[in-house]
C-alpha cells in the first residue's frame, strides 16, 4: 500500500522549458512534504519542502504546489537546465512526533534534452 | 565537517552470511534512518532512531536490526542475508522528523 505515489517513472523536458512532476498521497493527516533529488551513485539531496498550511512554496527556479483536496503536490521547473536531469523524490510526513517517519514516493527520472 | 558517512560503499555476500552497515554523522543531528532503494520502489524506510538508545520500525524492517549508542553512529546488522536484500542502502540524519535529512553516498549490496 503506497502512500505516496510518483505515477509517472520518467520525464524528458527540452532545456529552457517547464518540467513539472507530480505526486499523489493517500494519507490524510500528512502534514509537511519534501522533494529530493538523485543523481546516479550519490545519496538524494534535499531540494525544497512545502508545510500543509500553505499552498505554495518558492525558491529560485523551483516551486512546490500542494493541492490539500486532491491529496495532490507537484514540483516545478522553471527554466530546466542541464544539471536538472536526475531522479526526483517526493516525500510526505505527519507531524514532529517521535513517532512520525518519512515516506518516500517510487521516483521520477527527469532527463533534459537539449 | 563529513557530513554522513557509509562504510563499505560497495559489498557482496553469500546467503546466510551476516554483516553490518556502518553510518556516522557528525553534525550532532538527533534523527537518523536507515533507506532501501530498489528500482521502481524508490526509497523504503527501513529503520529509524529519534536519538540515542531509542530506534523504531519503518516499513520494511524485517531480517534487518539496528542499534543507536551513541549520537553520531547508526549500524544496520542483517543478521542471515537473503537475495532479496540485494539493494542500495542509505543512511540518513536531521535535526528532527520534519527538517532536512542529509543523506549518505550509498552502500551497494549483492547478495547472491
Known amino acids: 500500500d503506497q502512500q505516496v505515489k510518483q505515477n509517472s517513472p520518467s520525464l524528458s523536458v527540452q532545456e529552457g522549458r517547464i518540467s513539472i512532476l507530480n505526486c499523489d498521497y493517500t494519507n490524510s493527516m500528512f502534514d509537511y512534504f519534501l522533494w529530493y533529488k538523485k543523481y546516479p551513485a550519490e545519496g538524494p539531496t534535499f531540494l525544497i519542502s512545502?508545510?500543509?498550511?500553505?499552498d505554495k512554496n518558492e525558491d529560485g527556479r523551483f516551486t512546490v504546489f500542494l493541492n490539500k483536496s486532491a491529496k495532490h503536490l507537484s514540483l516545478h521547473i522553471v527554466p530546466s537546465q542541464p544539471g536538472d536531469s536526475a531522479v526526483y523524490f517526493c516525500?510526505?510526513?505527519?507531524?514532529?512526533?517521535?513517532?512520525?517517519?518519512?515516506?518516500f514516493g517510487s521516483g521520477t527520472r527527469l532527463s533534459i534534452r537539449p | 565537517n563529513a557530513g554522513v558517512t557509509q562504510t563499505p560503499k560497495f559489498q557482496v555476500l553469500k546467503t546466510g552470511q551476516s554483516m553490518t552497515l556502518q553510518c556516522a554523522q557528525d553534525?550532532?543531528?538527533?534523527?537518523m534512518s536507515w533507506y532501501r532503494q530498489d528500482p521502481g520502489m524508490g526509497l523504503r524506510l527501513i529503520h529509524y532512531s529519534v536519538g540515542a538508545g531509542i530506534t523504531d520500525q519503518g516499513e520494511v524492517p524485517n531480517g534487518y536490526n539496528v542499534s543507536r549508542s551513541t549520537t553520531e553512529d547508526f549500524p544496520l546488522r542483517l543478521l542471515s542475508a537473503a537475495p532479496s536484500q540485494t539493494s542500495v542502502y542509505f543512511c540518513?540524519?536531521?535535526?528532527?522528523?520534519?527538517?532536512?535529512?542529509?543523506f549518505g553516498p550509498g552502500t551497494r549490496l549483492l547478495v547472491l
Open positions: 516525500a510526505a510526513s505527519e507531524g514532529y512526533s517521535s513517532a512520525s517517519k518519512i515516506i
Open positions: 553534525m550532532n543531528h538527533e534523527y
Open positions: 512545502i508545510s500543509s498550511i500553505k
Open positions: 540518513a540524519s536531521s535535526t528532527g522528523v520534519q527538517e532536512t535529512q542529509y
